[in-house]
């Protein structure tokens, strides 16, 4: 299995029956891929969509229906469209259970920078800055390292941050971290890496409890 | 109470360095004939006020690139390489709002009222000292209104007196700059007379309407693009 794969079918299992969840650019949007098709779950896209679904056939695909990163999709029974203002009220009055989020960095104490990289890449803030502050549970889905090898986890962010304090979960394809009140705990990790070669690629301070599942 | 206007007459409106808000959000609710037109007639020193800038070659994407556009007020840029090079550039002025907060800022102007206090961005770059408020205690951004003298609008139905519906997720910003603007022009392919529309499916209700434009039909540039199909 890829890297991304792994990832993403990691991710799908974090989706409870009920849950309301938004999926952001990148990573999140394709875990609707892996979602059992009789999960009940109300997947939220800010561009005005509740109940998104996959991509139906392509001789069937409305143009004029896209999720937030553009991919094709359709609705679930018990959807609705709405305006930006009301898909946004939704995510500031707290609407929503859980978001799933990209990151450029992401640091032990929760920080999350995803939205500009001075002087080289500032695409926008786009929905990010309202999804990392006002869900209840912000999960990051993000390659272990850059494409140079360098830690994303990390001690403190260097970029702009997005929102402070605001990740529950950090999701790669060498392991799940939370962040808790005593720092960054290793939940599992993949089974092809030891845990001192995952502490030697992370530069934040990895706690290592008793028992760490199998990624 | 006739809004039927001719592309042309329509378009013909807009002065050199007018503000005007564009709807949609990626392809969904992009007036891609109303924006032709205006890279036909050429006004420039243009502000456009839209979610994202399309992707290169089409949409708003194309008055930048023809460079018909002074600045833009945006929440993401997407992929768009020529305008992210604009933007580092220096030649086009960008400033960016988070998403919810920009569709706010027009749903405000569009109520008549001046602003509102949000905690959003609170602590980081983007919120000016000058923005932040106490109130009791608390900590606020005070984010003012946003308004145009344009809107151009997709609609996928409306009627002679400018009674607008949207489809699907075209609707996104389109509501709320059609409230929001001094003169909102619309396009359409599907148009009929007053009652065509029954009053529970109104979205946007005719008076904040100026102009109806009907199209022919939609073209390519409303069907699926391939490069966003997963096969």
């Known amino acids: ?215 | 109470m006739n809004k039927q206007q001719t592309i042309e007459q329509a378009i013909a409106q807009i002065p050199a360095g007018a503000v005007v808000m564009v709807g949609g959000f990626g392809c969904p609710g992009t007036p891609f004939c109303l924006i032709n037109e205006l890279l036909r007639q050429g006004q420039r020193n243009l502000t456009l006020i839209k979610n994202d800038a399309n992707e290169s070659g089409i949409g708003i994407s194309k008055l930048i690139e023809n460079g018909q556009v002074d600045k833009l007020i945006t929440t993401h840029l997407g992929l768009n390489k020529p305008v992210i090079e604009m933007m580092n550039d220096g030649r086009l002025e960008v400033q960016f709002h988070p998403q919810g907060i920009l569709a706010e800022k027009i749903r405000t102007a569009g109520a008549g009222t001046f602003g509102f206090l949000s905690d959003i961005g609170i602590d980081s770059e983007i919120i000016q000292p000058e923005q932040i408020m106490e109130w009791q205690g608390q900590r606020y951004v005070v984010e003012m209104a946003q308004k145009a003298e344009f809107a151009l609008i997709h609609a996928a139905q409306a009627d002679s007196y400018g009674n607008l519906v949207y489809q699907g997720s075209a609707m996104n910003f389109s509501p709320l700059m059609a409230m929001a603007a001094d003169n909102v022009i619309v396009e359409t392919s599907c148009f009929g007379t007053p009652g065509s529309i029954h009053p529970s499916r109104v979205h946007t209700p005719s008076i904040f309407v100026n102009a109806v434009v009907v199209l022919p039909q939609l073209s390519n540039e409303y069907g699926v693009l391939d490069h966003h199909v997963r096969y």
Not at chain 1, 46 to 73: K, M, R, W
Not at chain 1, 110 to 134: D, H, R, T, V, Y
Request: glycine share 8%; with cysteine.
């Open chain 1, 1 to 215: 299995m890829s890297d991304i794969n792994r990832i993403i079918e990691r991710a799908a299992q974090e989706i409870r029956p009920g849950n309301v969840v938004n999926l952001g650019i990148g990573l999140p949007t394709q875990v609707v891929h892996y979602l059992p098709e009789n999960l009940e779950v109300l997947i939220h896209s800010e561009n005005g969509v509740l109940g998104v679904a996959g991509q139906p056939s392509v001789d069937v695909i409305d143009p004029f229906l896209i999720d937030s990163a553009g991919n094709y999709i359709s609705t679930r029974p018990g959807g609705s469209y709405f305006d930006s203002a009301v898909s946004f009220a939704m995510i500031r009055r707290g609407k929503l259970d859980l978001t799933m989020i990209g990151a450029f960095e992401v640091d032990q104490a929760g920080n999350l920078a995803n939205w500009k990289i001075p002087g080289k890449f500032s695409p926008g803030i786009g929905g990010a800055m309202e999804l990392a502050q006002k869900t209840p549970r912000i999960i990051v889905l993000t390659t272990h390292c850059d494409k140079k090898g360098n830690s994303k986890i990390l001690r403190q962010c260097r970029l702009p941050l997005t929102a402070k304090h605001c990740v529950s979960r950090i999701i790669t394809e060498k392991a799940v971290m939370d962040v808790t009140e005593h720092g960054l705990v290793l939940r599992e990790k993949a089974a092809d890496i030891s845990i001192e070669e995952l502490i030697s690629i992370t530069e934040a301070e990895l706690i290592i409890p008793d028992e760490v599942g199998v990624l």
